[in-house]
Structures are given as structure tokens and as C-alpha cells.
């Protein structure tokens, strides 16, 4: 069977191969609607450049690193949803990803630093940023082509695309206010998390705005984890008007909440609504209520911004923040007790009876 060339795209799309080349090398050359069509074509024809041929007359690998970052023991569902979307947006523009980590010995920079002085990829996808992110000073020092998911309070101007956390947790705020909710708790990470603080103002500003004063004893940081979740809904349970609502900003420790109220028999979407955020298959599994990042139209855009970085590095940096969509299933069901039923009382106060001193 004959390879699939870039004329045959070009026919097919009803352009000239010059139009194919700037979509692969170049998207922000190209007219939106003309780049999805090329885009398309590329994808039904399963086109793929030579890029052995490319990268020695351009002088390029055709490589994009991505760093992974350093795990406990929990799974993280969100990152492998993430890397799918990247490998996939990529493709169509010829360009693949290498996952890399430092070596034994070495920091994350100077494992930049390493493929950097190699020549071992053409740019960076950063993710997970947070304030004055040192990667983003190195590269940005260096002129060295990349683009972040998530912004920066860095100096240096970059490239970025993000998801509006704010936004979605006040979605999910809403949604439980409009179902009769008035002590809405919140579970998050601790203070110092760029993302994370942005979705305690976005919880904090969809309360105020409603006109409920946001109660700090309603506020439950810890890492993230099943285990924390629990913890934390213990904690609240403690309170004298425990919450008849949770909005965490991560499904694993919205999971923890809802398995710990479980367990002293409460019904969730009835006694406890509770609401989670990157809609992980397992908490879909579970019947929770949760914010779903639009996870490819974000890399999407970050291969695009990546491209044109790399077409040409000191053009001014393009941003994107992309709104998420609060996806409500059981765990947050539409019929609101403001407090529970009388059996499930019972248990509630059996258990804070015994843990409290």
C-alpha cells in the first residue's frame, strides 16, 4: 500500500501543499476554519510526515518533551487523560512526545537543562505551574520554545493555556445553592497551590455573590488522597451544623468524603451532597457530581501555542483560558433535606458523640 504524501492531503482538502505545510509547522498562518479542515484530512488519511527528512533540513527533532512529575503511591487518572489528549493533538502535526524524567542525582532543571544541551527536543509542555515556577524563569532565561498548562505569577512573559478552576468550583457552588444548600464546605489543598487558591476565590466569591458569608470552619485543607478526603469529612462532621454539602477541588478527596459519610450511613444527594473536580473515571463509577476539564481543546491549544514558539520564539506569547463543565450526576441529587433524615441523624451523632473529647 503507497504511503500517504502531503500532496494527497493538499487534493483531498482542497488546498495548496504549501496550506498543509504552515497547518503542521505553523497553525497561526492558517484560517481557523481552513486548519480544522487540513486537520481532518490529516487524521483520515492517517498522514504522517517523514520526520527524519523534516528534521534534517530543518534542523529540528520533531520531539516535544514533557517532564514527568515526581508521584506518591496514588494514581492520578487526570495526568493519564492529560498525556492521552497531548500524544494525540500532536500527532497531526507531526510532532510526538517524549516523557523524561532527571536522572539519578539530578534536579528537574537540570534535566531541562540536559535535552536542552543535547538537542533533544524542539520545545516543552510544562504543567502543575505555580508561583514564580523556576522552570518557567529557566526556559524563559534561555529562549528556550515552550508553553504551559497552567499560569505563573513569573516575570517573564510565556505562553499559556489553562483551565478556569474558579469558574468551575463556582459552578458547582451554584448548583448546590440553587438546590437549597446554605452550609456549602469546602475541601482543598493547602494555601501556596496557584490552582488551588484560584478555586478557593472562585468558591469563596460564588458564596459571597449568592450572599452567604463564607465560614472558615467550613474550610478543610490537606494533600491530596482518598485518606485526606475521609479525614476531612470527619472533621467537618465534628462541626455543631455540620455541612449538608462538600465541594472539593480534586475527585480523590471529593471520594474520601463521600466513602467516610457512607460509612456513618448517610445517603448522598439526600443527607450530603458532595461535588469533586476532574471527573475521573472512578468517581463516574461512584455516581459523583464533578467539574470535567476539557481536556482536548486544551492541548490542542497547546500544541498550537508550542508550534508558533517554536516557528518563532520571540513572538509575543499567546494565552487561553478554557471554561470547564460541571457534569452532575447522583452524588449532588436535585432534592435538598437541609439536614438528615432522622435515622441517619441517629448515626451521625453516635459517631461525633464518640469522637469528640
Partial sequence: MARTTIKDVSERAGVSVGTVSN??????????????????????????????????????????????PARELNVNTALDSFLHELVSTASPHGLEVVLFAPQPGQTELEGYRDLIRRGGVDGFVLSETNYD??????????????????????????????????????????????????????????????SGDDRVAGYRRALTRAGVTPDPRLEVR?????????????????????????????????????????SMALQLGVD????????????????????????????????????????????????????????????SGADVINSPRPWARSELHRYRRRHRR
Avoid at 41 to 68: D, F, K, M
Avoid at 156 to 167: I, K, M, Q, R, S
Avoid at 299 to 321: F, K, S
Fill in 222 to 262: 490537606c494533600l491530596n488522597g482518598v485518606d485526606q478526603g475521609k479525614e476531612a469529612w470527619r472533621r467537618l462532621s465534628l462541626l455543631d451544623s455540620p455541612p449538608t454539602a462538600v465541594v472539593a477541588v480534586q475527585d480523590q478527596l471529593a471520594i474520601g468524603v463521600l466513602l467516610e459519610a457512607q
Fill in 23 to 68: 497547518v503542521l509547522n505553523a497553525p497561526h498562518r492558517v484560517a481557523p476554519d481552513t486548519r480544522e479542515r487540513v486537520l481532518q484530512v490529516v487524521s483520515e488519511l492517517g498522514y504522517r510526515p517523514n520526520r527524519t527528512a523534516r528534521g534534517l533540513q530543518a534542523r529540528r527533532t520533531y520531539l516535544i518533551g514533557y517532564l514527568l
Fill in 272 to 331: 450530603l451532597a458532595v461535588t469533586g473536580f476532574d471527573d475521573t473515571p472512578a468517581g463516574a463509577l461512584l455516581g459523583l457530581s464533578s467539574v470535567r476539564q476539557p481536556l482536548r481543546d486544551v492541548c490542542r491549544l497547546l500544541v498550537e501555542h508550542l508550534v508558533h514558539r517554536i516557528e518563532d520564539p520571540w513572538a509575543d506569547p499567546g494565552h487561553d483560558l478554557v471554561r470547564p463543565e460541571l457534569v452532575i450526576r447522583s452524588s
Fill in 133 to 194: 515556577d523556576p522552570r518557567i524563569a529557566l526556559l524563559a532565561g534561555v529562549g528556550f520554545p515552550f508553553v504551559s498548562f497552567g499560569r505563573s505569577l513569573a516575570r517573564d512573559p510565556f505562553a499559556w493555556v489553562d483551565v478556569d478552576g474558579a469558574t468551575g468550583i463556582g459552578d458547582a457552588v451554584r448548583h448546590l445553592l440553587g438546590a437549597g444548600h446554605r452550609r456549602i464546605a469546602l475541601v482543598a489543598w493547602p494555601e501556596g497551590s496557584e
